[in-house]
């Protein structure tokens, strides 16, 4: 496996429709080690090929499964999914506010509107269909990384973005001192 390098929108790739995947062969099993692998390593729950500069129709997430979140995200947390040629065969009309960061734009984060649920229909990592329904914060995710797969980004459809600047980092401070032996 190997950590690959993410791209920033000053590269055309990341801006292009992505192609469809047709051949699930030992090639394409490599980048999805790698994407995981790059994934475990960045401070993210999702990658789309395009991100590593593959412009193929596929995207991993995963959740953390620490307590708060397998409170949060019940049996989907911690699972990694995969999803080539995905597309929502079905989505909420509500939809939910919700700030999103995005590994090829670091140190930016935006208020973005997504579908509360959705239906999403793809192939898994071998080829085989593949149909699940997601909401919340993993319906955002999915979404998220299938945009990516058009070559759009959250920015494009941000209500706001800003970033955010020490003083909101200070919670992550607070909980390091907690964790300091006594
Ligand atoms: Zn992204």
Redesign the pocket.
Known sequence: MANLPIIQPDNPILRKRAHKVTSFDAKFQKLIDDMVETLEKAP?V???AP?VAVSLRVFIARLPDDEQSKQEYGENAGVLFVFANPEFVKTSKSMVEGV??????PGWVGTVDRHEEVVIRGQDRHGKPIKMKAKGWLARVFQ??A??LDGR??IDIAKDVWQPDDEEDQPADEMNAEKRPE
């Open positions: 993210g999702g990658l789309a991100q999103e960061g995005c590994l090829s734009i998220h990384e945009d990516h980004l959250y």
